[in-house]
């Protein structure tokens, strides 16, 4: 039991023991600056050990066909500039690389540097001379012969303070034995003046050495700020697209202006006034160092208003102060504030990351971790703890962390678009299994219609016989039932079961007829009725064109027409008295006319005073939209016109054709 309650409490005190995930990152970071702090210290001790004067600038002797590195010199300020100056003058014999500071503190202007060597023989081809770090220009003599040089010597010096420089030396200006080389330094504004050991041979193998450090130091720098400063258009471009995503503005913006004060820095030659371009340098590094920290706190997705109101005042105070009260002690001291909310907001980055495990954070991590040693070893090439001509690491590993981040938002938006295909995909399959319900829907819909229209048309069939077959043989069927005193009208009987017989063969052949087809309609009441013509004595004259199909005239229109043609020669039959009628079809414009035409006695009354027959069949036109019209011809007789509308119009329900 005690040992029991023993690993408990050991158990407890390690988890309080445990650090957190910020302070895991926290403690990586000063692991990592105090890494770079350790490794670089020796070398500052070298080389301040390396430095101390001797009394005698010894020659050294050069091998054919090597590269042999300087680093002792002769050292003379100069005073009144001119041609390089004699032994006579006080040489002070200096070790390199040496920093003016060291031994002409505060000294402006330029300053002789004079190295001795010697040849074995004269070589037979060009040699050149290579300056790895100079600040802030330089001029070589050989043997008292000046070699040409790039950019001004005098005010405004070019600044090739981080441009490696090489010096073609033909071969006829060297000589066997003892030779005499001159380094004139230029100094330029707010420059650590100085000069890194140099290097002398042949120009083939100097070369070599000279394109890959100016490829390190200055083209490969250019290409990556260049790419970097691409990166942050697309994440500022992102971010004014979707304004959610605020830290990777802040991102954007510092990829900006990191790139342009890394290219502004390495610049030979400034595009304004020098001032003008060390301050327009300086606000620029003060803004993406802002804009940085400003990422760090936005990434970790919590509110820090007083880091958002910290960055906007610096942004605003920080460029007016170096505009007006240029200290070199406040702006080291602003840097440092600056340097310690980046490395604040990046651990509290950190610590988002490893607590929340979000998506693709490795590459924050990692970004971090290039930047910080980075960082690092610059401040102390900065402060003279490592050589003079050291590379910086930052404007290499600066782009490598906005590639990073880079690669977060692409893996953001990867992983947004991964999710709206998935839900297209969800969409696209719900809506297609919502089609297949609808088609199913739709097809019972369209079962369920098809059996109302047949059931429709059954019964509009029944009512059409039960109106027109059925009142007719109703009539018979009285007619037959009448009085037993009075005799039945036998002729009147035929009459009502042949209208019933013609009435039931014309429903049948209205349910085969074409949709439009009026002719057809025509010649199947031709067909029906001609027998029945003669019989009464009455002649058909058939005066159809070729009539157009009727658009509006579906089967149950077709039957309306039909069933009012009937009715009209029923009338004709029944009152009138005629012997001759014409069957006349016209086609116009807006319209199809249909006529029948009479000689019998025409009207005795008003058509408005009309039966019940007359009535059905002005009700039958109006339902299909046809105007119906009982005209008086100038011969005599009565014209039963119908006009059919060539628009369509859908029929209502059917009305009897009871005469």
């Known amino acids: 039991m005690h040992d029991r309650h023993w690993i408990a409490s050991r158990a407890r005190v390690a988890a309080h023991r445990r650090l957190s995930p910020s302070g895991l990152a926290l403690w990586g970071l000063l692991c990592a600056c105090l890494l770079a702090l350790v490794c670089c210290l020796p070398v500052r001790a070298a080389e301040s050990a390396a430095a101390a004067p001797a009394e005698i600038h010894p020659w050294v002797a050069l091998p054919l066909g090597q590269v042999t590195e300087l680093p002792e010199a002769c050292l003379l300020a100069d005073l009144q500039p001119g041609l390089p100056p004699g032994d006579a003058a006080p040489w002070l014999h200096v070790h390199l690389p040496h920093r003016w500071k060291d031994t002409h503190a505060g000294f402006e202007g330029s300053m002789w540097y004079r190295f001795r060597i010697t040849l074995p023989a004269a070589p037979d081809a060009p040699w ?25 010597m005098a005010d405004p010096v070019t600044r090739h303070w981080y441009v490696p420089l090489l010096f073609s030396v033909p071969a006829n200006l060297w000589k066997p034995g003892e030779n005499i080389v001159h380094v004139r330094v230029a100094s330029g504004y707010q420059a650590r003046n100085g000069l890194a050991p140099i290097q002398i041979g042949p120009v083939d193998t100097v070369a070599t050495v000279y394109k890959h450090r100016k490829w390190a130091q200055v083209d490969g720098v250019q290409i990556a700020h260049v790419a970097m400063i691409s990166l942050g258009l697309v994440m ?40 003008v371009w060390e301050r327009l340098s300086f606000t620029a590094t003060v803004w993406y160092q802002l804009a940085l920290t400003a990422f760090f706190f936005r990434f970790t997705e919590r509110p820090w208003p007083w880091v958002d109101r910290l960055v906007v005042t610096m942004a605003l105070l920080v460029p ?39 998506p693709d954070g490795a590459w924050l991590v990692l970004g971090c971790a290039l930047v910080v040693p980075a960082g690092a070893h610059d401040v102390m090439v900065q402060l003279g703890s490592l050589p003079f001509d050291s590379v910086y690491w930052l404007p290499l590993a600066g782009p490598s962390m906005i590639a990073c981040s880079f690669m977060i938002l692409a ?74 005193d009075t005799p039945v009208d036998v002729p009147l009987v035929t009459q009502t079961l042949r209208d019933s017989l013609d009435h039931l063969k014309l429903s049948i052949d209205a349910m085969s007829l074409q949709p439009g087809d009026v002719v057809g309609l025509l010649a199947s009441w031709r067909f029906r009725l001609t027998p029945r013509l003669k019989a009464a004595g009455l002649e058909l004259v058939w005066d159809v064109d070729d009539l157009p199909s009727w658009p509006p005239g579906q089967t149950p229109v077709l039957r309306q027409v039909q069933y009012i043609l009937f009715e009209g020669l029923s009338n004709v039959l029944q009152h009138s008295g005629a012997t001759r009628l014409v069957l006349s079809a ?27 027959g007359l009535q059905t069949m002005q009700g039958r036109a109006s339902l299909i939209g046809a105007r119906l019209e009982f005209l008086v011809p100038a011969q005599g007789g009565l014209e039963l016109r119908l006009s059919l509308p060539r628009t369509a119009r859908q029929p209502g329900p059917a009305l009897s054709s009871a005469a």
């Open 411 to 484: 893996g953001d938006y990867a992983r947004s678009r991964q999710a709206l295909a998935d839900l297209n995909a969800s969409l696209a399959s719900r809506v297609a299994e919502r089609e297949q319900a609808l088609r199913e829907s739709f097809e019972r819909l369209a079962a369920l219609e098809s059996a109302q229209a047949v059931s429709a048309e059954r019964s509009r069939i029944l009512k059409d016989m039960h109106d027109g077959v059925g009142a007719h043989l109703t009539s018979a069927l009285r007619q037959l039932q009448g009085p037993p």
């Open 236 to 275: 500022v471009i992102v971010w004014l697209r979707d304004r959610a995503q605020s830290a990777f503005g802040f991102m954007g913006a510092s990829a900006l202006f990191w790139g342009l004060s890394t290219l502004m820095m390495i610049s030979p030659t400034p595009l304004t006034d020098l001032l």
């Open 586 to 612: 016209r086609v116009f414009d807006d319209h199809l006319r249909l006529s029948l035409i009479d000689n019998g006695r025409g009207w005795h009354t008003s058509p408005k005073a009309s039966g019940h």
């Open 128 to 152: 050149a001379v290579y300056l790895p770090r100079v600040v802030m220009n330089a001029q070589v003599w050989v043997n008292g012969v000046a070699l040409d040089y790039t950019g001004s």
């Open 320 to 358: 007016a102060y170096y505009l007006f009260f240029p200290r070199f002690e406040i702006t080291a001291a602003i840097y440092a504030l600056i340097y310690g909310m980046a490395l604040t907001g990046m651990v509290a980055a950190i610590g988002h990351v490893l607590r929340t495990r979000r």
